[in-house]
């Protein structure tokens, strides 16, 4: 009884305030995460910090840091807002402009699924009578559980050179933001395609999932020549 009232008291509920800034943070951290990974910047151009319990690498190249910077004071907002749908990082070769790689991570936001899963239902089945089956409440989940999912996905990020092919000559990325339509978009801030790899391969990578949000992680790829 001891071991099981102690388990419980390890778990503290986020707030959709506190999970968004998580899922934010996440998403900083694998933009530096994958660019030092896929050598898109020289390893010299990296910093070493502890995260999540791993050893992570950062950039601490000024343009970068400003640029990621500059995303994420806007995303921050739009996160607890619960504006964002999708943020995907995209690997650009400079010399022929093709697009090389799209790192994509999709947010769902759990409550206000099981919501629209409800109001649905509801609808469809106007004049049933009532049962249980009803949407289920998100599971609560501990942090060293939620920081054990992430711990996954960069792991995977890490192993990922094993099977993406190498970047060949210089390369730049672009990060695109997925808002809702009636998201406030700063003036600098314009649209953008979707920037897709063209027959490109497709790998699902590992979700992580709190309370109110579930992140969803997908490369896709150019095969080589």
């Known amino acids: 009884m001891a071991e099981d009232k102690q388990d419980k008291s390890k778990v503290h509920k986020l707030s959709l305030k506190g999970s968004s800034r998580l899922v934010a943070e996440f998403f900083e951290y694998s933009l530096h995460t994958i660019l030092f990974q896929r050598g898109v910047y020289p390893a010299e151009d990296f910093t070493p910090v502890k995260k999540y319990g791993l050893n992570m690498l950062v950039s601490c190249d000024d343009q970068v840091k400003a640029y990621i910077k500059k995303i994420m004071k806007q995303l921050d907002r739009w996160m607890i807002g619960g504006k964002i749908s999708k943020l995907v990082l995209v690997i650009t070769s400079k ?131």
């Open 95 to 225: 010399e022929s402009g093709e697009h090389i790689e799209r790192w994509q991570f999709d947010v769902q936001i759990l409550a206000k699924s099981a919501r629209h899963r409800a109001s649905k239902k509801n609808g469809d089945k106007e004049n049933a009578a009532p049962d249980d089956d009803t949407p289920a409440t998100p599971t609560e989940k501990s942090e060293t559980e939620i920081q054990s999912e992430i711990q996954a996905i960069f792991r995977q990020i890490t192993a990922s050179v094993t099977f993406l092919p190498m970047l060949d000559g210089d390369c730049t990325f672009n990060v695109l933001v997925y808002a809702d339509a009636d998201s406030d978009v700063p003036i600098e801030w314009g649209d953008s395609d979707a920037k897709e790899i063209k027959n490109g391969e497709k790998v699902q990578l590992r979700s992580f999932s709190t309370t109110s949000h579930k992140v969803d992680t997908l490369v896709s790829y150019r095969l080589a020549d």
